[in-house]
């Protein structure tokens, strides 16, 4: 009776008694999930090097019998908190750096505060990487240190490296990092210079609100949000997931302001005349062309990538004037091309094979 | 079991992704025309200048009731943020002189930092 259908009523009951059992175990799991706190993230063992308003420098404790000698200083983005670079533990890159015998120091950013409105381009580019360059330098007792930037902290790094081309960095490492932001059409189409007026808003509001950012991102996929909770409830009972739901909403909405004139320089010479792209960029007043750029340099960009389309970052290999260059492209998007069971497998092991031999 | 075509729940999910990706890639293609952002731009300028002309108002309706504005609280934060991370420094500097300290007291307790000799796997199967 049942084969015409394919279903047999053995498959049945077991199905109906698998769908009440994750039934029951939602509501429990459901009320856990509201009375408990997520996973502790960024907890491998670091120290404090520097702390100066915005930026943080850290130093994170080796764990190998015997490191590389070129240190690896990791450049976040200044929109997000660099713990999605430490998750948990088997899940961190940080870690994953460490047991494969790196010294890894990450200069990560703290909201600015009002007063530090003021923060520009050339505060990131010609102070604080620099100044935390310096003391990677001092702390590791080497001269050279190899850069690795997520996001706008390529750009960051693109723009010291395109400055600062005699050295100290030896190698570079850009992770998603846009430099044609024409084609990050919807950001793109966002700021329109004809009806966004960032002088009025940053007049206004002094910085960037981390809301607003959040926001720009969420309207790059406005139903991305309400379909993630449907697959959160569908999947409440699988303690994994949740586990990984939690890891990955609370960075995703942990975003940070933006200075007022550090976004304003994003804005206008950026977003809306491409500078970097067009070879026109200079930061406090020094040229940032990218054919300066000569140390061997990694780009791993994400196939599936909506915040930096491939368009808006294919150009830089061809752009930077290194020899020893390299472009991957890798499967997943613009957060699971880092971190998660994707980076575990496909990015981390490419960027260790890459830095290893270029780190002695 | 059940072939996966006929599974409600697999149907479920299948549904839920196409809807989103159907969504977000209308949504998209409505985001990405100058009228957008003219519309986006226009609502998000008046929000801006509503607010600072509010953020004004109320900042002189709290001074006249003797009462703390915001821009006082955020000063009196930003005063709790740099004490902290003064704080901050100050552990990092008392971690620092301890490790010293435990270092000078006794050598062979302390964890020295690993040589920096290693070399890539390859390389060392190599030799």
């Known amino acids: 009776m049942n084969a015409p259908l394919g279903i047999d009523a053995a498959s049945i009951a077991e199905r109906v008694q698998s769908e009440v059992q994750r039934a029951i175990q939602r509501s429990i799991k459901g009320v856990e999930y509201l009375s408990t706190s997520g996973p502790s993230l960024g907890s491998t063992p670091k120290d404090i090097l520097h702390v100066r308003g915005t930026m943080n420098l850290y130093h994170y404790r080796p764990v190998a019998d015997e490191i590389y000698r070129v240190p690896v200083l990791i450049v976040m983005a200044t929109t997000n908190r660099g713990y999605i670079l430490d998750l948990v533990p088997g899940q961190s890159f940080i870690e994953f750096l460490l047991k494969r015998g790196y010294d890894v120091y990450m200069l990560d950013w703290a909201a600015p505060k009002p007063e530090e409105k003021h923060l520009g381009m050339e505060d990131y580019v010609l102070d604080f990487i620099p100044d935390c360059v310096r003391r990677v330098q001092q702390d590791s007792g080497e001269m050279d240190v190899s850069v690795i930037g997520y996001c706008f902290g390529g750009v960051l790094s693109l723009l010291y490296g395109s400055i600062f081309r005699d050295?100290?960095?030896?190698?570079?490492?850009c992770f998603t990092t846009p430099i044609d932001f024409r084609e990050m059409k919807l950001f793109s189409n966002f700021s329109d210079r004809r009806y966004f007026d960032v002088d009025r808003l940053i007049d206004s509001v002094g910085n960037m609100p981390p809301e607003l950012i959040l926001s720009s991102f969420e309207?790059?996929?406005?139903?991305?949000?309400?379909a993630s909770q449907v697959q959160l409830w569908d999947n409440i009972w699988n303690d994994e997931f949740v586990k990984s739901y939690r890891m990955f909403d609370r960075w995703a909405t942990d975003t940070l302001p933006l200075a007022g004139d550090y976004f304003r320089t994003i804005t206008k010479?950026?977003?809306?005349?491409?500078?970097?792209?067009?070879?026109?960029?200079?930061?406090?007043?020094?040229?940032?062309?990218?054919?300066?750029?000569?140390?061997?340099?990694?780009?791993?960009?994400a196939e599936h990538d909506h915040i930096v389309p491939y368009e808006a970052a294919r150009h830089?290999?061809?752009?930077?004037?290194?020899?020893?260059?390299?472009?991957?492209?890798?499967?997943?998007?613009?957060?699971?091309?880092v971190a998660g069971a994707n980076a575990i497998k496909r990015l981390w092991p490419k960027l260790d094979s890459w830095l290893g031999k270029r780190s002695t | 079991m059940a072939d996966k075509g006929n599974d409600p729940a697999v149907i479920w999910q299948t549904m839920i992704g196409e809807m989103e990706k159907g969504f977000n890639s209308f949504a998209n293609q409505a985001m990405g025309t100058p009228e957008f952002s003219r519309l986006m731009n226009q609502a998000g300028g008046f929000a801006a200048g509503a607010q600072k002309q509010l953020g004004e108002l109320m900042e002189r309706y709290l001074v006249s009731m003797n009462l703390p504005s915001r821009s006082q609280l955020v000063g009196m934060a930003e005063r709790l943020q740099s004490i902290e991370s003064q704080l901050n420094e100050i552990r990092a500097l008392l971690n620092q002189m301890n490790r010293s300290a435990s270092n000078a007291e006794s050598p062979a307790a302390a964890k020295p930092r690993p040589p920096r000799t290693k070399r890539p796997p390859g390389e060392k199967e190599q030799k």
Do not use: F, Q
């Not at chain 1, 970097?276 to 040229?287: C, E, I, Q, T």
């Not at chain 1, 830089?316 to 091309?337: F, Q, W, Y």
């Open chain 1, 269 to 301: 010479d950026l977003m809306w005349d491409n500078k970097l792209y067009n070879d026109a960029m200079s930061v406090g007043g020094r040229a940032a062309k990218l054919e300066n750029i000569k140390v061997p340099i990694l780009h791993a960009v």
């Open chain 1, 316 to 337: 830089l290999i061809t752009k930077v004037g290194s020899t020893d260059k390299e472009e991957v492209i890798l499967k997943g998007g613009h957060v699971s091309l």
């Open chain 1, 167 to 173: 050295g100290p960095m030896k190698n570079l490492i």
């Open chain 1, 219 to 226: 309207m790059l996929r406005p139903a991305s949000r309400a």
